[in-house]
T-cell receptor, first 111, second 113 residues
Framework: DAKTTQPTSMDCAEGRAANLPCNHS???????VYWYRQIHSQGPQYIIH???NNETNEMASLIITEDRKSSTLILPHATLRDTAVYYC????????????FGKGTSLLVTP | DVKVTQSSRYLVKRTGEKVFLECVQD?????MFWYRQDPGLGLRLIYF???????EKGDIPEGYSVSREKKERFSLILESASTNQTSMYLC????????????FGNGTRLTVT
């Protein structure tokens, strides 16, 4: 699986957009970009995934650059409950059963 | 709503004890997984199962075994608990095949003294 690089930590003011970057410069053509988050004392939670096009769901938007070497997860109106560790994961569609979570970005949303 | 339930949030056991961690999912998922999560090491896959009575070793199976007698239930067994098995244990499930998104339980924090 391709390696991802994320900042260790970020802050965001409540109500503002949180933009979490992820670099995946070695991504292959068939590899998807997945985002999960883990709120303290809970299991990881699926957020969104995409291949080439930008994606949006009720939780977030995923912007993937045209060369697919990086992506940004956008939480449009961050709340205190969005404070969590966010994991960017790259994997092929049939790569096996496990996800390689890495260390993620610790997002702190402040009042 | 999707639900993966782990039987205990916190567990304290003594060295040498046999420990059972139970996980139940209500989504009729074929795949089930056991991970452990440790600071600085991320999530590491211990075992997974893609069908009843089927199991496959993950990255760190040593010291663990699993049981899947029913589709909805996946048990992790520590045959003889050791202090280096003190960790957060996470169960997950997903649809058949290798591309399904895993859904996770809230974890069991096991302390072995």
């Amino acid at each position: 699986d391709a390696k991802t690089t994320q900042p260790t930590s970020m802050d965001c003011a409540e109500g503002r957009a949180a933009n979490l970057p992820c670099n995946h410069s070695t991504i292959s053509g068939n590899e998807y970009v997945y985002w999960y988050r883990q709120i303290h004392s809970q299991g990881p939670q699926y957020i969104i995934h995409g291949l080439k096009n930008n994606e949006t769901n009720e939780m977030a938007s995923l912007i993937i650059t045209e060369d697919r070497k990086s992506s940004t997860l956008i939480l449009p109106h961050a709340t205190l409950r969005d404070t969590a560790v966010y994991y960017c994961i790259v994997r092929p569609p049939n790569s096996g059963y496990a996800l390689n979570f890495g260390k993620g970005t610790s997002l702190l949303v402040t009042p | 709503d999707v639900k993966v339930t782990q039987s205990s949030r916190y567990l304290v056991k003594r060295t040498g004890e046999k420990v059972f961690l139970e996980c139940v999912q209500d989504m009729d998922h074929e795949n089930m997984f056991w991970y452990r999560q440790d600071p600085g090491l991320g999530l590491r896959l211990i075992y997974f199962s893609y069908d009843v009575k089927m199991k496959e070793k993950g990255d760190i199976p040593e010291g663990y075994s699993v049981s899947r007698e029913k589709k909805e239930r996946f048990s992790l067994i520590l045959e003889s608990a050791s202090t280096n098995q003190t960790s957060m244990y996470l169960c997950a499930s997903s649809l058949a095949g290798t591309g399904g998104n895993p859904y996770f339980g809230n974890g069991t924090r096991l302390t072995v003294t």
